[in-house]
């Protein structure tokens, strides 16, 4: 695969308050880019305090993609969306909203706010997969990657 | 005085009033009219009166002329003339009808004794002519007769002297005559002193005459001019006596019943001028009173119907008027305009209750209004929560259902590569996920069941509620270290005692879930009271919560941490179970703090609960 031999740092910041979902959607990150570390947070305001000391310290890496589920504890999917999006540099990377809700007033508030992508968690056995897959193929083509590296690059 | 008729009457009263006022002025110029007729007719009486007066004074001054002129002349037609004159005014004065006039009964008896008086005139005038023109010529003419035959007996014998006297008793005798006619032609008594003396001269001288010739032939003719001489003189003196008579009549009685007469009929003239001028200033008099009485009653009327008029349209206005600012407020749809009080059953007061009518309809509509409005706002909120609902049932819901069907997955995967184990391994996160889903759906059947099952409310005495609750956790309690304290007494509140139990459950069982002070956990049951409401509330010395989430938690899955236990329905189901008791729940808290919840009731009268 392509994306493999791209970028060797990558890492997906997963902010979701389901564990279950968190430990599948981990698999099959791994399970398709085995080289992508996913970091896990379980609530907005944890996965808030986390970018911005990326950001403060440069110690770590900018997460390449940040997969956002909506219905969180302390700050909601849009809390967090409109935070990073406001912040001159997080708002290059790009979000993914990554949800059960279908409800558009959630898909409204979340493409306003500036999310990159809006994506529903899938509901049958291979379709997590497939998902995972093509959320990552097409993030790998896009040019953010190159800028996320640059950001990098730069710290 | 007619604020008690109905509007139509007032009108009808005002009109009759002005009618019989007007019928009043009516009467009294009426009255006013015969008054003054009789007052004319008087006068044209009393005018009528004083012309006859009048006519009869000038009258009696004819008769009295016509008299003179008898009286003098003798002419028969004087004496017609007067009788025919005095018939007229005796016609006049009866036809006049005046007899029971006081003045005109004195004049006609005055007249009458007039006339009496002329006839008794008359008589003597008649005599005295017969006297004067017969006997007194006749025996003049046969004394003298019988004194020429006696000159002549005596003319041969008789010597110069005798012859003389002979001749100067003849101028005498001739004399007599001439003094007698003068005396009845002029009346002057001198002449009949004249008369007097030749008589009795020649009476005189012919006795003188009678001694000388004695017993002679001629003698005889002597005393027979003697004889008539005397005769004569007897003649003479009545004719004198009657002519004296008449005039004493004429002169005296006549003219002082003429007097009489034309006095009263003067007096009566001035009388009835008096009593003419009397009527015409009374008259005049009540002519001015009258115009005057007039001027002032009509002036009062005038001010009467005006008062009248204003009172009328002053008690019918006014009223309307307030009732016309009354009825544009109303139309405005104002509730609260004060409605002008009226208690006449009449035509406004029939307004006034429309007015109260279209006020209470006013305040139905408000009313309406303002309940449609909490309805279409209930409503709205109803929709809202119904939405956020479902978002929330159906997010929660497919949950877990990612859940299976992503670990579903990766079993497929896992067993494709034959790693089985650790395939089955991922099973129970299978299972988990749908027992937490059959959870869920019995939590969301248990939340749609508040108020609509266990919904009957009794008197629930909460000591005895709080004390069973208390034994029922002491297990519990007592192996977490967990106090449980009540401050206070409780009251007794009219619910349902399951869904309180609930909430207490809840609530107790957050506490407990959350509870992580080192000291020791404590949780405070106390009540207090305010005016309309019981409160009663949970006090932990928990973890709190920060203020942002206030709220948050009572909605229905939301959850503060989700490493803990349950699916975070249970302050959801309280808030249901308070709202279905008109009451509310929420809690005052501070992050380390701990929280304190509090449950309001509304206090409910006995009546009311039954």
Redesign the interface.
Known sequence: MSSKKETNNRTILLIEDNEDHAEITRFYVNEYAADIKVVWLNDGKAAMDHILEINENREQSYPWLILLDIKLPKYNGHEVLSRLKSNQTLREIPVVMFTTSTSNQDIDAALKGGANSYIQKPIEPDGYAFTIAKIIDYWSLNQHGIIVDNLNKHA | MFKKLKLKNRIYTGFITIGLISLGMALVSIVTFYYANDNFSYFVQSSSKSHLALSISRDVLEIQRQALIYTHEGHQSAADRMHEIYQRISAQIKQENQQDSKYFQEIIKHLDTYVETFKQVQQQRTRQVTLVNTEIRSLASEAENHFLKHIEQTSSSADISAQLNNQRILSSLLLIEKYAMRYFDLLDSKDIVLAKESIFRVQNSLHALQKQHGAQLTAEHILQTIQYMNNYEQVFLEAVQRTRGYLILVNVVMSAEAYEIIYRSKRMGRQLEQEMNMIEANTLALMQQVITIMLLSGATFLILITLFSILISRSITKPIARLTDTFIALAKGSHQTKIPTYEIQDEIGALTKAAIVFKEKNKQTEDLLTQSKQLTADLARSNDELEQFV?TV??DL??P???S??????I??LATAGKMEEAVGKLD?VV??NRRMGQLINDLLELSRVGRIDTDKTAIDLNNLLDGFRKNHANELSSSSFTLAFDSEFPTLYANESRILQVFENLLGNALKYATNPNGSVINIGASEAEENHLIYFKDNGPGIDKAYHKKIFRLFY????EMEGTGIGLAVAAKVMKFHNGSIWVESKPNNGATFWLKFPKINEETKQ
């Open positions: 978002y159906s997010h497919k949950s259902l990612v859940t069907m992503g670990f579903i997955g990766i497929q995967k996160r988990n996920a959850r503060l941490n989700n």
